[in-house]
T-cell receptor, first 118, second 116 residues
Framework: AQKVTQAQTEISVVEKEDVTLDCVYE???????LFWYKQPPSGELVFLIR??????QNEISGRYSWNFQKSTSSFNFTITASQVVDSAVYFC???????????????FGQGTILTVHP | DTAVSQTPKYLVTQMGNDKSIKCEQN?????MYWYKQDSKKFLKIMFS???????INETVPNRFSPKSPDKAHLNLHINSLELGDSAVYFC???????????????FGPGTRLLVL
């Protein structure tokens, strides 16, 4: 069975601080995909990134960066120079492929509530 | 030009009633999903359809019945609503994937269901 753990329930920072959201996953699949989604106070789920299990390169997109480490089954998300608009619930998720144990479905972590204070 | 849309956005109803939530996507995707988000924000898949065919049914009570009239629509009908059904229901869709899964899922705005 697949599992995603986001150990940080809530994080509070002051604007311009850097913040890292942790994500640890478990799966028996050899091919899988990892995702991050953002849920702002308005409630919608916004896709941020998708990474497959064979690509361990770190990725940077503006103030966002992701660190995928297969050896520790982690896919952490860092926001540099945080802003008030970054305040949201952030979800890490895991998906398998056909023939795997979790074809097509997203297994979500519990979410991390990030509050950025001005 | 909404990608994944859901109606209604809010639904307040009495216990025992039957209600439906509609979902439509204009992304040309083949696969659609229903997820439930509970009061603690936990998201869990309920159903998935690929080209109108049910492919995932995650031990959801029989009172929940999805229906896909075509690949752009996936509706959710709930019979005999219970207090515990109160949640936010999200529809999502994803494009066909070469690997048969793992494609990015794009979510609708959610339907907030409150059962009194």
């Amino acid at each position: 069975a697949q599992k995603v753990t986001q150990a940080q329930t809530e994080i509070s920072v002051v604007e311009k601080e850097d913040v890292t959201l942790d994500c640890v996953y478990e799966t028996r699949d050899t091919t899988y995909y990892l995702f991050w989604y953002k849920q702002p106070p308005s409630g919608e789920l916004v896709f941020l990134i998708r990474r497959n299990s064979f690509d361990e390169q770190n990725e940077i997109s503006g103030r966002y960066s992701w660190n995928f480490q297969k050896s520790t089954s982690s896919f952490n998300f860092t926001i540099t120079a945080s802003q008030v608009v970054d305040s949201a619930v952030y979800f890490c998720a895991l998906s398998g492929i056909a023939g795997g144990t979790s074809y097509g479905k997203l297994t979500f972590g519990q979410g991390t509530i990030l509050t950025v204070h001005p | 030009d909404t990608a994944v849309s859901q109606t209604p956005k809010y639904l307040v109803t009495q216990m025992g009633n039957d209600k439906s939530i509609k979902c439509e996507q204009n992304l040309g995707h083949d696969t659609m999903y229903w997820y439930k988000q509970d009061s603690k924000k936990f998201l869990k898949i309920m159903f998935s359809y690929n080209n109108k065919e049910l492919i995932i049914n995650e031990t959801v009570p029989n009172r929940f019945s999805p229906k896909s009239p075509d690949k752009a629509h996936l509706n959710l009908h709930i019979n005999s609503l219970e207090l515990g059904d109160s949640a936010v229901y999200f529809c999502a869709s994803s494009p066909p994937g070469l690997a048969g899964g793992g494609e990015t899922q794009y979510f609708g705005p959610g339907t907030r269901l409150l059962v009194l």
